[in-house]
C-alpha cells in the first residue's frame, strides 16, 4: 500500500499570499497518477488536480500541481477567500488506492 | 449534471448490519467505475470499496475486506454497499463517487453528499 504524507497539517496565510502543499508518497507513483480534492466544512470533496498537474474543469489556473520524484505540490498562487479549506491528495497508481492526511489551509 | 444521492445511513448497533444505496442520474452510469469512500467524523478521507462497469473487477479496502460488499445494477442506475459486522469504527458519512473510468481505478470526479452511518451500543 502506497502511505500519502501531507505536509505540513495546517497552513495559516492572508489572502492574496501563496499556499505550498506538500504530499509525500512512500514509493513511486505510477504514471504521476495523483490527484488533488478541496473540501469546505460541510461539504463533500471537489476534484482539483489529477495526473499530478491536470486541473479539473473549471479549476481556475491559480491552481497548479507538480511531481518530483514520490514527492507532489498543490501551489495556490494568490488565495482567494474561497480557497480556505482542507486539501487532500490522492494516488490511483496502485490498489488500494489511498489519500493523504489532508492540509488545512485556515485564515491567518 | 452528474447527480449521486446515498440513502441508507442510520445509528446502527455493532454487529449488525445495513445497506447503503446511491441512485445516480446525469450520466451512463454504466460506463463508469464507481466507489464508496468514508469520511469518519472530523477525520480525513478513506476509500471503501469500488466496482467496474460490469461488475468484473471489484476491489475492496483491507479494513472492509470480508464484511463489505459493494455491488451495483446498471437497469437501475444505482450503487450499493452490503454493510456487515459492523464495527464502531466504521462510523463515518459514506460518499458515493464516480471515477474517471470504465474499468481501471482512477480519481474521483464526482462525489454525493454522504450519508451518515453510526455504530454503537
Known amino acids: 500500500e502506497i502511505v500519502l504524507t501531507q505536509s505540513p497539517g495546517t497552513l495559516s496565510l492572508s489572502p492574496g499570499e501563496r499556499a505550498t502543499l506538500s504530499c509525500r508518497a512512500s514509493?513511486?507513483?505510477?504514471?504521476?497518477?495523483l490527484a488533488w480534492y478541496q473540501q469546505k466544512p460541510g461539504h463533500a470533496p471537489r476534484l482539483l488536480m489529477y495526473?499530478?498537474?491536470t486541473r479539473a474543469t473549471g479549476i481556475p489556473d491559480r491552481f497548479s500541481g507538480s511531481e518530483s520524484g514520490t514527492d507532489f505540490t498543490l501551489t495556490i498562487s494568490r488565495l482567494e477567500p474561497e480557497d480556505f479549506a482542507v486539501y487532500y491528495c490522492?494516488?490511483?497508481?496502485?490498489?488500494?488506492?489511498?489519500f493523504g492526511g489532508g492540509t488545512k489551509v485556515e485564515i491567518k | 449534471e452528474v447527480q449521486l444521492v446515498e440513502s441508507g445511513g442510520t445509528f446502527v448497533q455493532p454487529g449488525r448490519s445495513l445497506r447503503l444505496s446511491c441512485a445516480a442520474s446525469?450520466?451512463?452510469?454504466?460506463?463508469?467505475?464507481m466507489h464508496w469512500v468514508r469520511q469518519a467524523p472530523g477525520k480525513g478521507l478513506e476509500w471503501v470499496a469500488g466496482?467496474?462497469?460490469?461488475?468484473?473487477?471489484?476491489h475492496y479496502a483491507d479494513s472492509v475486506k470480508g464484511r463489505f460488499t459493494i455491488s451495483r445494477d446498471n437497469a437501475r442506475n444505482s450503487l450499493y454497499l452490503q454493510m456487515d459486522s459492523l464495527r464502531p469504527e466504521d462510523t463515518a458519512l459514506y460518499y458515493c463517487?464516480?471515477?474517471?473510468?470504465?474499468?481501471?481505478?482512477?480519481?474521483?470526479?464526482?462525489w454525493g453528499q454522504g450519508t451518515l452511518v453510526t455504530v454503537s451500543s
Open positions: 495526473y499530478a498537474s
Open positions: 446525469g450520466f451512463s452510469f454504466d460506463s463508469y467505475v
Open positions: 463517487a464516480k471515477d474517471k473510468g470504465g474499468s481501471l481505478f482512477f480519481y474521483f470526479e464526482s
Open positions: 466496482i467496474n462497469w460490469d461488475s468484473f473487477i471489484v
Open positions: 490522492q494516488q490511483y497508481g496502485s490498489s488500494p488506492l489511498t
Open positions: 514509493q513511486s507513483v505510477s504514471r504521476s497518477s
